[in-house]
């Protein structure tokens, strides 16, 4: 491991609504990320983004926006859509390197319509559009990443194959990805985006949005490690590198619900 | 008139209890309630009119069975044994199944009271069902949301139930929870609240999750003057008011002592009661104020109260010790974010205990056997193990087993809270997590064994199995 080169790096998070939007665990996904970094030595420092803070988005590297209750959602949607909504889908464009789930990755979209037909607005940064749904979608899910799609350095293995990602979905929701993303990925077990096309998540530049909870970036190490070295190359450049890290007993746990879940089919 | 459908449900429901117990397919409680209820829907309504002092319910996220059977062995104590869903049936079902074993063939009850613990989304059934005289709310966190939804789904349909209680039912909450207090607004029946006065129990900055740090009526967030755990504590709304309403039973000064006991020194209208609680943690002493208003309102006179729960043994693995073959093994079942949370603290502060008062130079933590399932009365999502303060057991753990179908998940959890990989065991069957745990146990140290559920019904076969407690339905 090279230490000289991970050593010195800095990363700064933000962690949007942690207060409002933290159901299901979701915090994990920060934990997650403040650990790989320390244990790698790069400093870290998680930003709490609460209503009426104002954030330099060009001291973010990487943003994380979870789900909440409808209350929450409620509570927030607001703040976040004329505070965040500019600079970050500004940012977004840029290659910010940016994780949202569930309400979070609602949010990001152009909008979502209620069952009484209201139409609630994200901020657009993603090309997806969610209509709510009468029956929730609810249980273990498998999804098929290509690994092209996580890469953690700038060369990346050719013969590498798919990743597996686990995860635990849990929404009303049916999202419906246009043509300025692509999926992060297809169901291997579980419902995903909608329930109909096969498809789990949209990415769009840096940005990926998902319906995985579980907490997703500590059982999927792979995909944690993509937004750090992400993260890494767009404020460093080309050449930062990421240290690698043991990752035996997260990838047992990775691997022990993709043999259950697919053994089961 | 006899009622002949009643007495089908109970004669059917009855046989359908003793063929499972002499089967020993396990238990037998919740089969009899389905049987019976087919028969006739009515079933539980009318067997609970019969008893003479009526029906109290308990509910709440956390500790609704500890409460549940402190005030169970107060009526008790009072010549009141009530009738009680004691195994922990607490669906519709399960209280009608007990409400089956407690009543004649004729279809009367034989206690003169009814005490249920109820689950927290059966709760408005089960009291548009029973009608109760008495109705105690706890506490309301987040709770297997792939099956409960969202806490404010649960307290939707609480706020329904208690609009429809008439003038002479008594609500109780607890006035530290704002999603449980704000209940209290605008209803018919008569609203009393209990609550945790000393605030030298604040936590510090802690980062645990809150449900409902916002303000129940306007949104604006809370202001805490004492935030004692998740969304507990002093609160009040800067924007509109809202504020925690005054307790009429106030636990005053609360002294905790380590992992065997509290000193209690409470307030209530017209009197005042000191006690020493034989159970440990903050959480144990909030669920000991609960049943001690309840069963004051229920009219069981101080003295009796206070002799009664001075002998209280715990409830089936919430902090349950067991000897294992000469090795002290403390059961502790964790199910949510929040209990879970608040049983690490508690352990942790006893490791802090012991270290002041033995002063050892211990260097080597606490000895854990973690049990996580994922089956349906666990909640088949795991994502809570996130919300759950593991961070304090960094850097005091000697070693930890991780056991049950979700053992990979948790050591990974472990890992992340800051436990050395080294010190963390991965070990999948019940009997080897136990073992494992076992063999590497010092002379003389206790072993805290915190299962989920099914995880707690798995170990507890096992110890039963070497002879070491009995079966839990036979309990």
């Known amino acids: 491991m090279d230490k000289s080169a991970a050593s010195g790096y800095r990363l700064r998070i933000a962690h949007l609504y942690p207060d409002h939007m933290n159901i299901y665990g979701d915090r994990g996904n920060v934990i997650a990320l403040r650990q790989r970094c320390t244990w790698r030595g790069i400093i870290c420092e998680v930003v709490p983004v609460g209503p009426g803070d104002g954030v330099d988005w060009e001291t973010i590297d990487i943003a994380f926006f979870g789900g909440g209750q409808d209350s929450g959602q409620a509570l927030i949607a607001e703040d976040f859509l004329e505070r ?3 600079a970050l889908r500004a940012a977004i464009d840029d290659g910010l390197a940016m994780l949202a789930i569930c309400g979070g990755y609602q949010l990001l979209g152009h909008y979502f319509l209620t069952h009484t037909g209201q139409r609630l607005p994200g901020i657009g940064a993603l090309d997806v559009y969610t209509v709510g749904g009468n029956v929730r979608l609810i249980g273990n899910v498998v999804v098929e990443v290509a690994a092209a799609t996580l890469q953690t350095s700038v060369a990346p293995d050719p013969h590498a194959g ?97 043999a259950r879940l697919l053994v089961q089919r | ?63 609704k069975t500890t409460t549940t ?3 169970a062995a107060m009526l008790a104590a009072d010549g009141r044994a009530p009738l009680h869903n004691r195994a922990g049936a607490n669906l519709v079902s399960g209280i009608t199944a007990t409400a089956l074993d407690g009543a004649s063939l004729a279809g009367r009850s034989q206690a003169r009271i009814g005490l249920f613990e109820t689950d927290e989304a059966a709760f408005p059934a089960i009291a548009a069902e029973t009608g109760p005289r008495l109705v105690l709310l706890h506490n309301l ?102 504020a925690r309403p005054a307790a009429a039973y106030r636990l005053e000064r609360l002294d905790l002592h380590g992992a065997d006991a509290a000193t209690l020194c409470l307030t209530y209208p017209g009197g005042a009661l000191e006690l020493r609680l034989p159970l440990p943690g903050l959480y144990n002493a909030i669920n000991a104020l609960a049943a001690i208003a309840a069963c004051l309102e229920l009219g069981v006179p101080a003295p009796r109260i206070r002799a009664t729960l001075e002998r209280f043994g715990a409830a ?6 067991v000897d294992a073959g000469g090795r002290p093994l403390l059961v502790a079942l964790i199910k949510n974010p929040v209990g879970a949370s608040e049983t690490v603290r508690m352990l942790t502060e006893t490791l802090n205990v012991e270290r002041d008062t033995l002063n050892v130079a211990y260097g080597t933590g606490l000895h854990l056997l973690i049990m996580i399932n994922d089956r349906y009365a666990d909640g088949t999502d795991v994502s809570w193990l996130w919300d759950a303060e593991f961070e304090r057991l960094g850097g005091r753990v000697a070693q930890v087993v ?44 206790t072993l805290y064994a915190l299962p989920t559920y099914t995880a707690l019904l798995d170990l507890r076969a096992e110890l039963a199995r070497r002879g070491w407690v009995r079966p839990f339905w036979e309990d």
């Open chain 1, 162 to 258: 798919p990743i597996q990602l686990v995860g635990f979905e849990n929404h009303s929701g049916r999202t419906y990805p246009g043509a300025g993303v692509r999926p992060l990925g297809h169901v291997l077990a579980g419902h995903g985006n909608n329930g109909e096309d096969g498809t789990e998540g949209a990415v769009y530049r840096n940005t990926i949005g998902c319906y995985l909870h579980g907490s997703l970036l500590p059982k999927n190490p792979q995909l944690a490690d993509h937004l750090i070295a992400t993260a890494l190359h767009r404020r460093y450049g080309n050449g930062a590198l990421l240290a690698p890290l043991d990752d035996s007993m997260e990838l047992a746990a990775q691997r022990a619900m993709v």
């Open chain 2, 402 to 445: 991780v056991g049950g179908t979700r053992a990979a998940d948790m050591a990974v959890r472990l890992k992340y809270a800051g436990v050395a990989v080294e010190r963390i065991i991965v070990a999948d069957d019940p009997a080897r997590a136990l073992d494992t745990a076992l063999v590497h146990l010092p002379e003389g140290t």
């Open chain 2, 141 to 242: 966190f987040r709770d297997q949301l792939d099956r409960y939804g969202e806490v404010d789904t649960i307290a939707a349909g609480w706020r329904t139930a208690l609009a429809h209680l008439p003038a002479t039912t008594t609500v109780l909450l607890n006035a530290d929870d704002p999603a449980v207090a704000a209940l209290g607004a605008g209803l018919d029946a008569r609203v009393c609240y209990y609550g945790l006065e000393d605030v030298r129990h604040a936590a510090g900055a802690a980062a645990q999750i809150g449900d409902a740090r916002f303000c129940r009526a306007c949104g604006a967030p809370y202001r805490y003057t004492a935030l004692f755990y998740a969304h507990v504590g002093h609160y009040v709304c800067d924007t509109c008011g809202q």
């Open chain 1, 84 to 86: 965040q909504g500019p």
């Open chain 2, 69 to 71: 059977r402190m005030i």
């Open chain 2, 316 to 321: 089936f693995g919430r902090i349950e010790r």
């Open chain 2, 1 to 63: 008139m006899i009622d002949f459908r009643l007495l089908l449900a109970v004669t059917a429901g009855k046989s359908a209890g003793i063929a499972s117990r002499i089967s020993r397919r396990g238990g037998g409680t919740t089969m009899p309630g389905v049987i019976a209820r087919r028969i006739d829907p009515g079933a539980l309504r009318k067997l609970v009119a019969t008893l003479p002092q009526g029906v109290a319910l308990v509910s709440g996220t956390n500790g």
